[in-house]
Protein backbone atom coordinates (compact mmCIF):
# COMPACT_ATOMS: atom_id res chain seq x y z
CA UNK A 1 0.00 0.00 0.00
CA UNK A 2 1.29 3.46 -0.72
CA UNK A 3 -0.43 6.61 0.67
CA UNK A 4 -0.39 9.74 -1.58
CA UNK A 5 -1.20 13.10 -0.26
CA UNK A 6 -1.11 15.92 -2.39
CA UNK A 7 0.06 19.97 -1.18
CA UNK A 8 0.32 22.96 -3.39
CA UNK A 9 -2.63 23.83 -4.90
CA UNK A 10 -5.07 27.29 -4.89
CA UNK A 11 -5.88 29.93 -6.46
CA UNK A 12 -3.96 31.70 -9.12
CA UNK A 13 -4.53 34.39 -11.80
CA UNK A 14 -3.85 33.72 -15.57
CA UNK A 15 -0.37 33.49 -16.36
CA UNK A 16 0.95 32.71 -13.39
CA UNK A 17 2.86 29.04 -11.94
CA UNK A 18 2.11 26.58 -9.15
CA UNK A 19 3.68 23.68 -7.74
CA UNK A 20 2.11 20.93 -7.04
CA UNK A 21 3.92 18.20 -4.57
CA UNK A 22 2.77 14.67 -3.60
CA UNK A 23 4.51 13.26 -0.89
CA UNK A 24 4.38 9.22 -0.45
CA UNK A 25 4.11 6.93 2.39
CA UNK A 26 3.96 3.36 3.80
CA UNK A 27 5.19 1.70 0.26
CA UNK A 28 7.64 0.99 -2.02
CA UNK A 29 7.77 5.03 -3.54
CA UNK A 30 10.99 4.15 -5.35
CA UNK A 31 9.98 1.36 -7.74
CA UNK A 32 6.79 3.24 -8.76
CA UNK A 33 6.27 5.13 -12.04
CA UNK A 34 4.43 8.32 -11.17
CA UNK A 35 2.08 10.23 -12.51
CA UNK A 36 -0.53 13.53 -12.46
CA UNK A 37 -3.95 13.90 -13.38
CA UNK A 38 -6.67 16.08 -13.36
CA UNK A 39 -10.49 16.44 -13.17
CA UNK A 40 -12.49 19.45 -14.09
CA UNK A 41 -16.37 19.47 -13.33
CA UNK A 42 -18.62 17.28 -16.07
CA UNK A 43 -15.54 16.05 -17.34
CA UNK A 44 -13.41 12.90 -17.13
CA UNK A 45 -10.24 12.65 -15.74
CA UNK A 46 -7.42 13.08 -17.65
CA UNK A 47 -3.84 12.30 -18.05
CA UNK A 48 -1.24 15.23 -17.13
CA UNK A 49 2.68 13.83 -16.97
CA UNK A 50 3.85 10.66 -15.48
CA UNK A 51 7.52 10.16 -14.23
CA UNK A 52 9.30 6.56 -14.16
CA UNK A 53 10.76 5.42 -10.83
CA UNK A 54 14.13 6.19 -11.46
CA UNK A 55 13.01 9.66 -12.98
CA UNK A 56 14.93 9.37 -15.86
CA UNK A 57 11.80 9.47 -18.66
CA UNK A 58 8.76 11.46 -18.10
CA UNK A 59 5.48 11.74 -20.58
CA UNK A 60 3.45 14.70 -20.95
CA UNK A 61 -0.05 15.24 -22.15
CA UNK A 62 0.63 16.81 -25.78
CA UNK A 63 -1.27 19.94 -25.02
CA UNK A 64 0.88 20.79 -21.67
CA UNK A 65 4.62 20.27 -23.02
CA UNK A 66 6.37 23.25 -22.43
CA UNK A 67 4.15 24.35 -19.47
CA UNK A 68 4.27 21.76 -16.77
CA UNK A 69 7.40 19.81 -15.53
CA UNK A 70 7.25 16.81 -13.50
CA UNK A 71 10.11 15.81 -10.92
CA UNK A 72 10.72 13.49 -8.15
CA UNK A 73 13.18 12.76 -5.36
CA UNK A 74 13.47 9.45 -4.58
CA UNK A 75 15.13 10.13 -1.27
CA UNK A 76 12.28 12.69 0.48
CA UNK A 77 9.45 10.12 -1.06
CA UNK A 78 7.92 13.24 -3.38
CA UNK A 79 7.25 13.63 -6.98
CA UNK A 80 6.24 17.34 -7.30
CA UNK A 81 4.21 19.09 -10.81
CA UNK A 82 5.84 22.47 -11.42
CA UNK A 83 2.98 24.33 -13.80
CA UNK A 84 3.93 27.73 -15.60
CA UNK A 85 1.99 29.94 -18.02
CA UNK A 86 -1.01 28.82 -16.21
CA UNK A 87 -4.51 28.98 -18.11
CA UNK A 88 -8.29 29.19 -16.93
CA UNK A 89 -8.63 25.76 -18.92
CA UNK A 90 -6.02 24.87 -16.54
CA UNK A 91 -8.53 24.79 -13.65
CA UNK A 92 -9.17 21.03 -12.17
CA UNK A 93 -8.63 19.09 -9.53
CA UNK A 94 -5.10 17.57 -9.56
CA UNK A 95 -4.43 14.01 -8.54
CA UNK A 96 -1.22 11.98 -8.14
CA UNK A 97 -1.29 8.48 -9.10
CA UNK A 98 1.28 5.39 -7.91
CA UNK A 99 1.99 2.67 -10.62
CA UNK A 100 4.20 -0.26 -9.20
CA UNK A 101 6.12 -0.51 -12.38
CA UNK A 102 9.81 -0.39 -13.59
CA UNK A 103 9.05 -0.66 -17.15
CA UNK A 104 7.09 1.75 -19.32
CA UNK A 105 5.10 4.82 -18.21
CA UNK A 106 1.69 4.45 -18.63
CA UNK A 107 -0.73 7.65 -19.04
CA UNK A 108 -4.38 6.03 -18.44
CA UNK A 109 -5.85 6.36 -15.05
CA UNK A 110 -6.50 2.59 -14.74
CA UNK A 111 -3.05 1.33 -14.72
CA UNK A 112 -2.38 3.28 -11.56
CA UNK A 113 -3.31 1.53 -8.25
CA UNK A 114 -2.77 4.67 -5.76
CA UNK A 115 -4.40 7.55 -5.24
CA UNK A 116 -4.37 10.55 -3.59
CA UNK A 117 -7.03 12.58 -2.38
CA UNK A 118 -6.85 15.41 -5.08
CA UNK A 119 -5.31 19.19 -4.51
CA UNK A 120 -7.93 22.05 -6.33
CA UNK A 121 -5.98 24.42 -8.46
CA UNK A 122 -7.76 27.66 -9.53
CA UNK A 123 -6.97 29.82 -12.55
CA UNK A 124 -8.79 32.89 -12.61
CA UNK A 125 -8.81 34.96 -15.83
Known amino acids: QVQLVESGGGLVQAGGSLRLSCAASGGTFSICAMGWFRQAPGKEREFVAA????????NYADSLKGRFTISRDNAKNSVYLEMNSLKPEDTAVYYC??????????????????WGQGTQVTVSS
Open 51 to 58: ISWNGRST
Open 97 to 114: AADPNLGIIRTTPNKYNY
